[in-house]
DNA sequence: CCTTTGCTGTGAAAAGTTTGACACCCGTCA
DNA sequence: TGACGGGTGTCAAACTTTTCACAGCAAAGG
């Protein structure tokens, strides 16, 4: 009832977060008013329902007694907090598989990621079409970022090149960086980083996978 | 120098040690001895050195004094703490952008995550060729995977499909999955799932942006 | 109207994680 | 050879995150 703790969420909030909005997403927008529960929520997404009434704390937002949380109130709060409602302005630089992918793919744009712009060094890559867009070479990309004011930058080149890119994104007036190689990369305070390593993930499944085995002789 | 604490490590430590083989990796393989402080390390990754070295002292390795971590025996000792010295039998389901891509980097392949499966449900997408491997109908799959022994399945399908497919790998006798659509996926105990959601990582990234933004007035 | 019931918000305890401090070790250099 | 300096492993303190327990509210049903 209270309601205003705000300031700063702690960041294995904001990760658990994310996971609520895409879990409110799924429900649709159809009018009838849906309600959920933080039981069905931690059901839902593997946690305890006090982890996640302790989560939806942190945020504007009251549940009700008996009923649990308003579906599209809770999605609009999440929204608001994620900053998944402003439109932020995306340029992925590398145009490979991965980055061809990532660039055709709706959902970004669906949730607010608009991508404007893709970039390669590889001559042969440059002036392919992606959706209604078409690969620059990544010289033309400093100038474009500023010009376009990008928010956001994705890095999917090999980790030889990564921390190079970012410094030009970050030249460039990018605000955020989506790094995708397997390198960690360094950047201002003021420059926010996330780093998503698939491979990463899969070493963390496989040490999962050999001490589970054990664990159950 | 007692090093043998062993038994059962935090989950937050094998995460960082993933990148810590990442990391050891960049090194190459060139036969000169090469040493690596907690120091090094820690800048490299952004932590602190002691983060680093109370993480190492999980596994079975000792550093020496003034010289640090002999980089090619902490590489081994990680791959092998990590199940990454196995050659892990791996099949992709859902031959989209996403799956297309994954199915055609090498890194995995590199890190022993043999791709040796792809699957998809739409017949147009039947038949392509994803380097040696020809993408095949979703139908084939359980066989396939009991047939194959694959540990791993990688789920790359639409969220709404997503449980689907992960109950048919998981029925044909997967250890592991790597979910990497939206929605949160169920399994059994002895069933791992790792979950990556590149869509979560933005949000993740756009709250850090908004709340930079204040932070700095 | 009152009672029951199911679910919220919250404060505090428990568990887990990170940081700091320091003894000790081993090459290096005088 | 001995003293130094830059590194390690470890213990404990500080901090963060998760879980527990419960007061209190709102709907539903007598
Ligand atoms: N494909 C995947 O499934 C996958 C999974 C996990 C991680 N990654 C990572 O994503 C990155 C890209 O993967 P990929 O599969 O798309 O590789 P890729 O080789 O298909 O694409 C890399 C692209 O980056 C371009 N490039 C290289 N240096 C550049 C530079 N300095 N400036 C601009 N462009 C440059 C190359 O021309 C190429 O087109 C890699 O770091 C890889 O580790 C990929
Ligand atoms: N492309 C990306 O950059 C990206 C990023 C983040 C997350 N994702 C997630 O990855 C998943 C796939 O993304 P994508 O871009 O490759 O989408 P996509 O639409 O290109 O590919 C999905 C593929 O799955 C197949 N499929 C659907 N249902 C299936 C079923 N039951 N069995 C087998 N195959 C089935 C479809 O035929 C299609 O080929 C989605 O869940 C998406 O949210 C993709």
Redesign the pocket.
């Known amino acids: ?3 205003t ?1 705000s300031s700063v969420i ?4 904001v990760r ?1 977060l994310t996971e609520y909005l895409a879990y409110a997403q799924t429900f649709g927008n159809e009018n009838g008013d849906q309600w ?6 931690a059901q839902a997404l593997g ?11 942190h945020i504007d ?9 308003h579906v599209k109130g809770l999605r609009a709060v999440l929204e608001d907090t994620l900053g998944a409602n402003s439109v932020w302005r995306v340029a992925v630089v590398g145009a490979g598989n991965l980055g061809m992918a990532i660039a055709q793919n709706d959902e970004f744009r669906e949730r607010g990621f608009h991508i404007i712009g893709v970039f390669d060094k590889d001559a042969a890559k440059v002036g392919r079409s992606v959706g209604p867009l078409k690969v620059q070479h990544v010289s033309a990309m400093p100038d474009f970022v500023s010009g376009e004011g990008i928010d956001i930058g994705i890095v999917a080149v090999p980790a030889a090149a990564a921390q190079g890119v970012a410094d030009l994104l970050i030249a460039s007036g990018v605000r955020g960086i989506l790094n995708l190689s397997l390198s960690h990369i360094i950047t201002p305070r003021r420059v926010q980083v996330v780093e998503a390593r698939l491979t990463c993930s899969l070493l963390e499944l496989s040490h999962r996978i050999k001490y589970a085995r054990k664990e159950n002789k």
Chains 1, 2 share one sequence.
Request: charged share 30%; net charge positive; aromatic share 6%.
């Open positions: 009832m209270k309601r703790k702690p960041s294995s909030v658990r959920v529960s933080s039981r069905e929520i946690l305890t329902s006090s982890t996640v009434r302790q989560d939806l704390s937002f009251c549940g009700i007694s008996k009923r649990g949380y």
